[in-house]
């Protein structure tokens, strides 16, 4: 059980850090910049409203759109493997209690 859950945390952990580039480019946040008409473009949108205008330093959007044009630091990539092992040992605590 314990090799099943050990495995199961990692794949959850290196699965979150593999598929986050590829969610990010998906819903718009690219290395060119914001692409139009995509999640990405209507969360800049609700955001500039919010804010009088313009989308704030440091906010949700303006930090993804950083991680999706320069990649993940290795913070973030820590804190994604970290969400993603965490994941994983939810589903193996599911898997073993069904």
């Known amino acids: 059980m314990v090799f099943k859950t050990t495995g199961t945390i990692v794949a959850g952990a290196v699965g979150a ?3 986050a580039p590829v ?3 998906a819903a718009g946040f690219t290395s060119a910049g914001i692409a139009a008409g995509s999640i990405a473009a209507k969360m800049m949108s609700v955001a500039a409203v919010a804010n009088g205008g313009g989308v704030a330093a440091g906010g949700a959007v303006a930090l993804l759109q950083s991680a999706g044009a320069a990649g993940l ?3 973030t990539t820590a804190a ?3 969400a993603g092992g965490a994941m994983g040992w939810v ?5 073993w209690r069904s």
């Not at 589903?91 to 898997?95: E, G, T, V």
Request: no cysteine.
């Open 80 to 82: 994604v493997a970290g």
């Open 17 to 19: 850090v593999v598929v």
């Open 73 to 75: 630091s290795a913070a």
């Open 23 to 25: 969610a990010l480019g």
């Open 91 to 95: 589903a193996s605590l599911i898997r």
